[in-house]
């Protein structure tokens, strides 16, 4: 009797060092603060900036290779991915605890909360898919693109998405309505971010370049007949837009440099910020950079390009994401 009741101590004893291990704790972020958050593919962390104060929180330090994430309309539960991942993991930030996780199998790269703020759309490059889901984590349609997709560009207005492969060079378009895949058109190859400019109907698309021909240009074709109109010059690989008050912002990491265009394509300033950039995002006309090779976020200020706050953060941040104050 004793014998029997002592392994079933142990067992709950192990049952419950198993649960707390597949449940790590990390220090809660409050739910009042305007934060930024990168993903840190070197040591597998996440850093949490104060948007505010423009001061480094704390960190997150992972067991898993994450390498995207995406925060959720109700402004506490971050979604994390990654391509070697079988599933999508999600976090409460207030809690600090993983809350669920979606079997989605490997091959995760990419992901966009879409606009209307109810679905999600995972990139696939195992299956060479976008993956349809809902915030409840339940796949509701897919459609099949070309070879390993990378970039997702959606079109608020004409409710379509965009979809760049990396190896072909064919750009997928998505019907997001009718759920079904259009059409799509030949462009360079190689390619890699993308803005859209819907008053000129223009898509304009970047890129790494093709064998030992590194990507100068930004190609800019019609966004509905896919004809190529010009090449605008942003040596080099431009791999990164964002569209603001008539202005447009390319990161081109391969030479570390941050363009400030018009929408025709004219160079209005320039500067180079950080170590190999890969990411931007903006918030009330602040540029957010990531250098993935400098370890740290530059805050610049989006009319002047004047960098306002340099903060370190961990190894290789390679994505941003931004939850603001309600």
């Known amino acids: 009797m004793l014998r029997s009741i002592h392994r079933v101590v142990i067992f709950l004893a192990v049952v419950f060092l198993l649960s707390s291990c597949s449940n790590k704790g990390y220090p809660p972020i409050q739910e009042d603060r305007s934060i930024a958050?990168?993903?840190?593919?070197?040591?597998?962390s996440i850093s949490f900036i104060d948007l505010d104060k423009m001061e480094k929180m704390l960190d997150w330090e992972l067991d898993k290779p994450y390498t995207g994430a995406i925060i959720l309309p109700d402004g506490d539960t971050l979604l994390l991915y990654g391509k070697q991942m079988e599933t999508v993991d999600l976090y409460s930030l207030k809690r600090g605890q993983k809350i669920d996780s979606w079997k989605t199998g490997k091959g995760i790269v990419n992901g966009k909360l879409l606009h209307m703020g109810s679905e999600i759309a995972l990139v696939d490059q195992d299956l060479n898919q976008i993956r349809f889901f809902n915030l409840d984590g339940e796949e509701q349609w897919k459609v099949n693109t070309e070879l390993n997709p990378l970039t997702i560009l959606e079109a608020e207005k004409e409710k379509k998405l965009f979809v760049l492969s990396f190896n072909k060079e064919q750009l997928t378009v998505v019907d997001l309505v009718k759920k079904k895949k259009m059409n799509g058109y030949p462009i360079h190859p190689s390619a890699a971010g993308a803005w859209l400019n819907d008053e000129?109907?223009?898509?304009?698309?970047?890129?790494h370049g093709s064998g030992a021909e590194i990507e100068k240009d930004i190609h800019v074709y019609d966004s509905v007949s896919g004809k190529f109109k010009r090449k605008i010059p942003a040596p080099s690989m431009p791999i990164n837009f964002i569209g603001n008050h008539n202005h447009v912002y390319v990161l081109s990491h391969g030479t570390s440099k941050l363009y400030q265009l018009d929408d025709e394509g004219n160079v209005i300033d320039s500067i180079v910020v950080g170590a190999n950039p890969f990411e931007m995002l903006i918030v009330e006309n602040q540029l957010i950079i990531a250098g993935y090779d400098s370890n740290d976020v530059h805050i610049v200020d989006s009319?002047?390009?004047?960098?306002?706050k340099t903060i370190s953060v961990g190894d290789g941040p390679f994505q941003i994401v931004i939850r603001e104050r309600k």
């Open 37 to 44: 958050a990168t993903v840190n593919i070197k040591d597998q």
């Open 303 to 308: 009319e002047n390009l004047k960098i306002i």
């Open 200 to 207: 000129k109907g223009e898509i304009w698309i970047g890129g």
